[in-house]
């Protein structure tokens, strides 16, 4: 019965439908889906860049030669075909003080080292500690990462040249939203005819083709910035190589990592989700890793996962690694040949595919359910979506992943409780339930009626588990009482793991050929400070 409502809770409060069958296999046809994916990702991935980069305070190309190194590498490396990596926002907001306070080039080889961290992280299997993030947390990942991404777009509504102080109004800013309009309802629309060509790419080529036919005053991708640029060079960080320079970099090649990471990997499960693939952690970890290390050296800012372009490509049918390495490759002949014609393209255009983005991200189903879940859970859907608005990824999740876990010690710590009786022999059993760890100590402490109790007790933990140093030493707080007021203190059923455990501090020495399932049954003897086995 538990475990029905459990699967039926846990349908609930699901990802939004976003899946589509994989098809894991090289077929002419999905090659072709892989190309005109990548295609789309890497037009999207154009103005994502280049506004990153303003965010950090660099060039516009050094944001595109992280999307493109970032992509590449992880494309080809990663532990999930169809995830797209590039230079991101959660990056580059902490970027910036570092850029403003030492220069570029300490960004560089804050890169660098970033990355060797991620690298470590993934050698040492750290990736696999994300199946600790919780369902809730996951849907206020995605909520709230929506929310950002489309508040992201609201910068383009900016009249070009003013420095992002004045807004677009009257007459350009209803050309700019009949436009975002029309590529949305192509995309919408599209898959209902035909899914030859992505639906993305076929709303942003409309658009676009609409308004330079026309001539339509309305804000371009090279009112950005100019793209164009030759191929990233090698280039070694010009810092000192000394102990001063480390102790900068270090505080934020650490928090670089670390949000790097939680953002990758928390896109990989989303991704996996939606194709169902699985595992994979600790590759992405390394392939992260190494992309940095690789990016720092050729004059990139660094990146990590971005769900918004993963989004866009699993949803336009990409699979297979093609995809991530061919919107890698666009990216660059955008960059060295292609530039005066992808800055031609509208915004509004690119606008319009996020926002379908932001509607396929956010899931709906959460607003559905928020009243129906339990309150914990939907407060720390609320709380993640909420910080990682204000705050940061990496910052949301650590909120989501303590108020999650307080909440379940809580929750067990209330579950200690014992049924008692007195057996033929006039000696009183207490049998445990629920497990005793540092939450539930106090409330094992006020099971015992040790003035009323007679000279034999028994302590049966076959319902319980004894899980840490706390609980060890209230077991031996209630022995001390028994002891003191002169009577017998016995524990039984201790299982196997608990008997390692309480031989591991030291409370208990015995040899014993014991039950598979259970140890053993003890007497506490205070003076000696041993447990000795009956």
């Known amino acids: 019965m538990a475990k029905a409502l459990l699967a039926r809770y846990a349908r609930r ?34 103005p994502e860049a280049v506004a990153f980069a303003f965010v950090a305070d660099v060039h516009p190309l050094v944001g595109l030669y992280a999307a493109f190194l970032v992509g590449l590498i992880t494309a080809v490396l990663g532990g999930r075909p169809g995830m797209i990596s590039g230079a991101t926002g959660a990056l580059a ?9 030492h220069g570029v080039e300490y960004l560089f080889a804050t890169v660098v080292l970033m990355g060797i961290l991620q690298v470590i992280a993934g050698a040492l299997h750290w990736g696999k500690f994300i199946r600790l993030v919780p369902h809730p947390v996951m849907l206020g990942f995605v909520n709230g990462l929506a929310i950002v991404i489309f508040l992201a777009q609201l910068t383009q509504f900016k009249v070009p040249g003013s420095g992002g102080q004045e807004w677009l109004s009257g007459g350009p800013l209803m050309l700019m939203l009949g436009l ?125 996962a971005m769900i918004g372009q993963s989004m866009i490509n699993v949803k336009s049918g990409g699979r297979t690694r093609i995809a991530g390495i061919v919107a890698a490759l666009f990216l660059l002949s955008f960059i060295l040949f292609a530039s005066p014609l992808i800055e031609l393209i509208p915004l509004a255009a690119l606008v319009g595919v996020m926002f379908m983005v932001v509607i396929g991200t956010f899931a709906w189903n959460s607003l559905r359910i928020l009243f129906k879940v339990p309150l914990i859970d939907a407060f720390v859907i609320v709380l993640v979506t909420v910080v990682t608005v ?9 909120v989501g992943v ?37 939450g539930s100590s106090e409330g094992f402490a006020e099971l015992f009626d ?71 049954a003890v007497d506490y003897h205070v003076r000696t400070g041993i447990l000795g086995g009956h």
């Open 13 to 46: 409060i699901s990802m939004p439908d976003l899946s589509i069958h994989p098809t894991g296999r090289l077929t002419p046809g999905q090659i072709k889906t892989d190309v005109l994916s990548g295609l789309t990702v890497a037009l999207a991935l154009v």
């Open 93 to 101: 907001v902490v970027m910036v003080a570092l850029v403003a306070q």
């Open 180 to 304: 975002v309009a029309l590529t949305m309802a192509v995309i919408w629309l599209l898959p209902k005819v035909t899914r030859v060509i992505p639906a993305p790419l076929a709303g942003i080529v409309v658009t676009a083709v609409l308004v330079i036919v026309f001539g339509f005053d309305t804000p371009r991708v090279g009112d950005m910035a100019s793209i164009q640029g030759g191929f990233p060079s090698f280039h070694i960080p010009a810092v000192p190589f000394d102990l001063e320079t480390l102790q900068i970099i270090l505080p934020y090649a650490v928090i670089l990592a670390a949000i790097g990471l939680i953002e990758s990997l928390l896109t990989l499960n989303l991704v996996g989700e939606m194709t169902g693939q699985r595992g994979g952690a600790s590759q992405e970890c390394i392939a992260q890793g190494t992309a940095n290390v690789v990016t720092g050296f050729f004059g990139g800012m660094g990146g990590c």
């Open 390 to 398: 204000y705050e940061d990824l990496a910052v949301a999740v650590v």
């Open 402 to 438: 303590i108020v999650s876990a307080l909440a379940y010690a809580w929750n067990n710590a209330r579950r200690i409780h014992a049924k008692s009786y007195v057996t033929p022999e006039g000696a009183k059993v207490y049998q445990i339930q629920g497990p005793l760890f540092f």
């Open 450 to 520: 040790v003035a009323g109790d007679p000279g034999t007790v028994i302590v049966d933990f076959a319902d319980s588990r004894v899980v840490d140093q706390s609980a060890l030493q209230a077991i031996e707080a209630v022995a001390a009482k028994y002891e003191a007021a002169g009577k017998r203190l016995q524990l039984r059923h201790l299982s196997r793991d608990c008997h390692r455990l309480l031989s591991k501090a030291g409370h208990l020495m015995v040899d014993s050929d014991d039950d598979p399932d259970y140890a053993l």
